[in-house]
């Protein structure tokens, strides 16, 4: 009996053994699941261990930048990133400018006094969030990563009470959420500041902060002295010198002006493009919003302030010149070289430009082995020096010679002006009423070298010419024409270059012209496949009459002109009079294919709004911020396209200046446009912006109906939608307007603004019809506009109606129609 109570004794102590051990592994388990976000006091981070926030969106840890290899000695940093992309992108950084080089050795941990510190391989503290505040709290305290891509400093027990955070310290990229402005009490800036190249966080040269003196306006600072980008004054609405917000489908951006900080932050509200980010680019010195495609595996640029490359101060670098050309667009001007070819090579172009050959000058007042270099239609470097008392050409030049370190002068009406030392911001090729003459101070010997290089470079292209005419009556036409093809059958397309097709190319590429994807007044459109399974559309294009030249010409700057809702020229072809153009292929479609085609899909309100809004924001590009204003002559459902997430492209822009001004050939030949054709077109006054505002209006209502414009109730009776539409807004009922299969889901503010909208858009005074950037503006909200009186033609179509102008709700209905109309009297009345 007493060996039975013993053993049983035994079994119980090894079960309740057994449950302690299991409850505390549970405990773990549970401790490990809570704690992958947070960093504690007693879970630190080394070597390739992170911590991932809560949802799984963003990951903390040790990271080499992307591209390093080899480059900076495999340097690590402690940052953030994407954990649900492909790419690693850092989005902030710790030790910016103090990597470390032993991960495995360095430690990231909740320091003595409460605060988060990064500790290098000899336990020395290289970046610290150094919070004072916190050993008077007496709290405990842990760094938790949230899913906003937010590392937060806070008090373990009290998840409110925040210490430092992240988002309060930017390096170069804003994400969602983020607050960005001015601490009104401290005076203190946050401030982006870009890399130094694409795989050095350390601070670059070009940075983005709110103005200190409490102005509410954004500036871009080159070497944080230099402006050379404001956003102007926040009116309330818009900041003044910044007429075009990122894309209101995107992002949701808000301005706030409180008591202690003014700021402004943003957030995504497109599903399409959740992971979006703001940057300041390195190379560039752009302020960029970027969104992650994950179809092709990139970053794609929505929006960039400014515009132009050229415009940001010392892109180049001292004694580089930039060009308004897709790449390369900095170069080293005459008789200098790329100091360091690394560096240049990933973005940073500080350190510019050297000299190949020393200068001769000897410090004498004249110096006869150096000369100038003459460079015209320049923009002048900065930091000159004006020598008002020197009235010639000749004079500024000697006075220049004289010192060893002037390296330019430029002499013109208003005076003699010097250039001592590096020369920055330099623009070559500049078409514009400020550009000027530059005189480059070279040494002769460079100058020599140039004189001979044009010789050597006449006999060169004459032996070249001759030995090109021997080998073409030796090898054929035959075998020319066979390598032709297999060198271009071989060649692949490159993003902002153009590609020359033959014509023989993109006949087998389109299966001989097999597949039409539709046409109008300028060709016939075909699917194609160039080798790489890249999809393309070819556009034959029909009644040219221009050279080659001029034609490519032309092509060239369509190729140059990139914008979201812009449809990308990949290429062309110019083969005696077979002229035909590649672009990208839109695997939705046309914008009338979604609204008119029974099997498709209907599309929804929100939707509908988006397009609308991309469409306008193509065109406002178009006519107001290329440098040759277009005008696109040809808007209609069938030229605005949707890409696989529904964002629209405008295509067949630039094409009526392809065919020439005399456009009323086109039009006769395009297939369902006459009812978009301005009455300028008709009456023969000259063609402006205008014209292409009015097809846009009349678009604007086949978007809110769902129907053409003109619609047959019977067999001579035709409903016009924009005299029903201008009806009803004027009477203040805009719901019946609505495409009836949307059932009346649909914002009805947006909704009221549309149609007001579409009828100022189609006004018969074209001084009456908005630009397409006030489109833009009252689409976002940020314009108010009233109810548009009835335009006369709508008025004249209207009094022509054989029914009474009171009509049912549904606009889609057969029976008594708001305004029926025969066909010849919505001739005569548009006419």
């Given amino acids: 009996m007493g060996v039975s109570m013993a053993s049983s004794g035994s079994r119980a102590t090894s079960l309740l053994l057994l449950l302690f051990s299991f409850a505390f592994s549970l405990f773990l388990l549970f401790s490990s699941a809570t704690s992958t976000d947070t960093i504690s006091a007693h879970h630190s981070l080394s070597g390739n261990q992170t ?8 990951v903390l840890g040790f990271f080499t930048p992307p591209g390093s290899t080899g480059t900076t000695s495999f340097n690590y940093y402690i940052g953030i990133w994407y954990n649900n992309i492909s790419e690693l992108t850092p989005v902030w950084v710790a030790n910016r400018v103090t990597p470390v080089t032993e991960p495995t050795a360095s430690e990231l941990k909740i320091s003595d006094d409460g605060n988060l510190a990064l500790l290098d391989q000899f336990k020395s503290i290289i ?5 004072t505040a916190i050993s008077s709290s007496n709290s405990t305290t842990v760094a938790v990563i949230l899913d906003k891509g937010n590392l937060q400093l806070r008090d373990e027990s009290n998840s409110s009470l925040v210490f430092w955070q992240s988002f309060d310290q930017p390096i170069g990229t804003l994400l969602p959420g983020a607050k960005f402005g001015i601490n009104k009490i401290t005076k203190r800036s946050q401030r982006l500041t870009s890399w130094k190249s694409k795989v050095d966080p350390a601070p670059g040269i070009f940075s983005f902060e709110m103005d200190q ?23 309330g609405r818009i900041f003044s010198q910044m007429n075009e917000l990122p894309p209101v489908y995107i992002v949701n951006f808000q301005v706030v002006n409180e008591t202690d900080e003014n700021y402004f932050t943003y957030t995504v509200i497109d599903p399409n493009h959740l992971t979006s980010r703001y940057v300041i680019d390195s190379e560039y010195g752009q302020i960029q919003l970027l969104t992650w495609i994950e179809n092709s595996n990139s970053w794609q640029l929505i929006w960039a302030r400014p515009r132009s490359k050229c415009s940001v101060y010392g892109v180049c670098g001292p004694f580089g010149s930039c060009h308004d050309l897709p790449t ?17 090579g990933l973005g940073d172009r500080s350190q510019g430009c050297e000299r190949m050959i020393s200068l001769q000058c000897s410090g004498q007042n004249n110096s006869e082995e150096d000369g100038f270099f003459k460079m015209e239609n320049v923009r002048l470097p900065d930091n000159s020096l004006s020598l008002a008392m020197l009235g010639s050409s000749q004079d500024c030049e000697q006075a220049c010679l004289s010192n060893c370190t002037c390296n330019a002068y430029s002499f013109s009406s208003t005076g003699c002006f010097v250039w001592h030392g590096e020369l920055l911001n330099l623009q070559e090729e500049l078409n514009e009423l400020d550009a000027g003459i530059l005189y480059l101070r070279l040494a002769a010997s ?6 001979n290089n044009k010789k050597r470079k006449v006999a060169h292209i004459s032996l070249g010419v001759v030995t090109a005419v021997v080998c073409l009556f030796m090898i054929g036409g035959f075998v020319w024409k066979r390598e032709r093809r297999r060198a271009i059958q071989n060649s692949k397309v490159v993003q902002n270059s153009l590609v020359s097709f033959m014509y023989d190319e993109l006949r087998i590429a389109t299966k001989n012209f097999s597949v039409e994807l539709g046409g109008g007044g300028f060709g016939s459109v075909f699917k194609g496949s160039l080798p790489g399974s890249i999809d393309i559309a070819v556009k034959k294009l029909e009644g040219l009459y221009q050279g080659e030249k001029q034609f490519r010409a032309e092509v060239s700057i369509l190729g140059v002109i990139q914008h979201v809702n812009l449809i990308r020229l990949i ?22 294919d979604q609204l008119f085609r029974s099997n498709s899909n209907v599309l929804d309100w929100k939707t509908r709004y988006r397009i609308a809004i991309g469409t306008a924001r193509g065109l406002a590009y178009l006519h107001e911020q290329c440098r040759d204003n277009i005008i696109h002559c040809d808007i209609k459902p069938e030229n605005i396209l949707l890409d696989d997430a529904l964002v629209p492209k405008v295509a067949d822009f630039g094409l009526a200046k392809l065919v020439g001004r005399n456009f009323s ?48 109730a019977t067999e001579s009776c035709f409903e016009f939608f924009p005299s029903v539409a201008t009806s009803k807004l004027i009477n203040g009922d805009v719901e019946v307007l609505l495409d009836h299969r949307l059932e009346g889901e649909a914002d009805m503010g947006e909704l009221a603004i549309a149609c007001k909208l579409a009828g100022w858009c189609i ?69």
Avoid: H
């Fill in 571 to 592: 290429g062309f072809c110019s083969q005696g009079t077979k002229k035909l153009l590649v672009y990208e292929f839109m695997p939705c479609g046309s914008l009338a």
């Fill in 328 to 344: 390369p667009f900095c170069t080293c001007v005459k008789g200098f070289r790329i100091k360091s070819q690394t560096d240049w």
């Fill in 127 to 131: 970046w610290s969030t150094n919070v």
């Fill in 763 to 831: 006004q018969d005074d074209e001084s009456s019809r908005p630009t397409m950037s006030q489109v833009v503006q009252a689409l976002e909200g940020n314009l108010n506009i009233n109810i548009p009186p009835m335009p006369k033609f709508l008025q004249r179509l209207s009094d022509s109606c054989a029914d009474n102008i009171n009509s049912p709700r549904n606009f889609s209905s057969n029976q008594n129609s708001n305004c029926r109309a025969s066909s010849t009297q919505i001739n005569n009345a548009t006419t």
């Fill in 213 to 235: 003196e409490g102005s509410f306006q954004y500036f871009c600072f080159w070497n944080s002295s230099r402006t050379y980008c404001t956003t102007g004054l926040w009116d």
């Fill in 665 to 712: 050939k086109v039009l006769t030949t395009i297939r369902g446009s006459r009812g978009y054709i301005a009455p300028e077109w008709i009456s023969g006054m000259p063609i402006t912006t205008k014209v292409d505002v009015y097809s846009y209006g009349m678009m604007l209502f086949e978007i809110i109906s769902g129907k053409r414009n003109l619609v047959s």
């Fill in 446 to 451: 460079e100058l020599q070298i140039s004189e």
């Fill in 51 to 58: 911590v991932t926030s809560r949802g799984g969106t963003f």
